[in-house]
């Protein structure tokens, strides 16, 4: 497939940041998993930044919400940053900004999470 | 534009990824009727998720299996038609959306038919005798879509 | 992602403005196989003039008339076949386009063929009895694309 | 239709210039002969600014050639600017670039035609 999910993981001083590039679907959950666990490494805040995902439907949602229940399980943080206003509207619908919160940007992740 | 009466059709294979087919071509159906930016967004995610459903519930990913994508156009608003083979043993069903506290095991969080119920003025959902029909109406004026929603139109 | 054989249809109506949903569609079919957006770029050009001649042409913009396009994907190509109705009197032809020096009256530069021939790998057009056929290919390989073009492949 | 031309015309001290917003196709005739009308007076350089023009299709390049050849009639200078990479080389595969010049951005235009 075209546009298929890649990970870039950039470790901060007080977040690591999981840059998610290309679709979020159905096929993105071993990449995510991958990337999720390597970002927990750290011990500190994860920031997930949709800036470069222009498409997540609904099997991508659900993976991110097995994220964040497997996050919460381990006592991790997990925001989420950059998304369209779209794909806020989208995460607000099916309730997925009650476990995590959604921030404009990566500076107003870092500067209000940390 | 008058649109009363235009109709668009597309066939799609039931493969992952071809629901992007379907959606950029709903979005160019609803651009060029006028539909503002944000619900040109709405049709899109309601359109993949048709899709999606199409090819994974009802078609069973069958190799040979197609997803029918039928649009028309009306002057005050768009209709899209999504049709697939009724393969599988169930229907489309509006459920509540999984959550963190539930959270799906694999891929499937019930959010698909969710979504598209809340982004679409109108849903219907008729099983046919070659397969399940799902066709999501949007109005171009908000007004009429919301007279709509509750029965006065 | 293997393509062979993938097959995806749009019917679109002879009304200026719906060869965008052809260029939507194919667009979104190119990208899906992993062409580079400049080939995107030449093939959204292609089909866009293929379909706006069979509206004009091909279908005299007769209100029940349709543009057929027909994409097939295969594991090294992609082909899309624009067919109409036949209902005007010529068919497909490639000619010179005019310039400054010997500009179009109206709208029409006979630039659409030419463009079409230039910026596709290979062009064929049919006279079927139905109307006329034109089917433009791509390959995802252009070192292929220049093989196929002098003949060899 | 959605994505009707519609022209804005800003008169610089040097270059009259016409902003050519949306799709330029067989339907663009009139507006685009109106804008080179009203940006000829002035007797200035003519800038035609494609930077908003997404969409070009065959009629529209027909309609823009018909312009070239009258500005060439009336002695008025006229350029192109901010084309994509793609019209660009389409512009040059029907030869139009030999009647008129094609620049990057408009401010290119205007240091290298004023
Ligand atoms: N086109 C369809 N054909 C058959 N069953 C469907 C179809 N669409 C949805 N369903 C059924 O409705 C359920 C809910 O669909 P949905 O809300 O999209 O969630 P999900 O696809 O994640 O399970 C599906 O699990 C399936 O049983
Ligand atoms: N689909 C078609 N059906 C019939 N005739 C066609 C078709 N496409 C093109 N033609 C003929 O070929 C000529 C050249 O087409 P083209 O290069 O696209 O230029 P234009 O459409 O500007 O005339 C047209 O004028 C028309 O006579």
Same mark, same amino acid.
């Given at each position: ?114 | 534009?008058?649109? *009363?009466?235009? $109709?668009?059709?597309?066939?799609? @294979? *039931? ?11 709903? /979005?160019?159906?609803? #651009? ?6 944000? #619900?040109?967004?709405? &049709? $899109? ?5 048709? !899709? ?7 078609? +069973?990913?069958? +190799?040979? *299996? ?6 028309? !156009?009306?002057?005050? #608003? ?8 009724? $393969?599988?043993?169930? %229907? =489309? ?9 539930? =959270? @799906? ?9 969710? &979504?598209?119920? +809340? ?9 046919? @005798?070659?397969? *399940?029909?799902? #066709?999501?109406?949007?109005? &171009?004026?908000?007004?009429? %879509? /919301? ?5 006065? +139109?």
């Amino acid at each position: 497939m075209s546009n298929e999910l890649q990970t870039n993981l950039r470790h901060l001083e007080n977040a690591s940041i999981v840059d998610l590039l290309g679709d979020v679907t159905a096929t993105s959950d071993a990449i995510l998993t991958t990337a999720y666990t390597a970002a927990t490494d750290s011990g500190k805040l994860i920031v997930l930044n949709f800036k470069e995902a222009s498409y997540i439907n609904s099997a991508g949602i659900a993976i991110i919400l097995s994220l964040l229940n497997r996050a919460r399980t381990n006592g991790r943080r997990v925001v989420l940053t950059s998304l369209s206003s779209h794909y806020q509207k989208i995460f607000h619908m099916v309730g997925l900004d009650q476990f995590a919160t959604i921030y404009e940007s990566e500076q107003a992740a870092l500067s209000a999470a940390v | 534009m008058t649109h *009363s009466k235009y $109709r668009i059709e597309l066939h799609v @294979p *039931s493969v992952l990824g071809f629901e992007k087919v379907a959606m950029d071509a709903a /979005s160019a159906v609803a #651009r060029q009727m006028g539909f503002e930016p944000t #619900r040109v967004d709405d &049709l $899109r995610t309601a359109v993949a998720e048709a !899709c999606l459903n199409a090819m994974e519930h009802g078609n +069973q990913f069958a +190799q040979d *299996s197609e997803v029918n994508v039928l649009m028309i !156009c009306e002057d005050d #608003r768009l209709d899209v038609n999504v049709l697939d083979e009724g $393969r599988g043993g169930t %229907a =489309p069903r509006i459920t509540e959306p999984l959550t963190v506290d539930n =959270p @799906p095991l694999g891929t499937h969080g019930n959010m698909g038919m969710f &979504l598209i119920t +809340q982004l679409m003025d109108e849903v219907e959902v008729t099983r046919l @005798p070659e397969g *399940s029909l799902v #066709r999501m109406t949007i109005y &171009l004026k908000h007004a009429l %879509a /919301s007279l709509a929603k509750i029965g006065l +139109q």
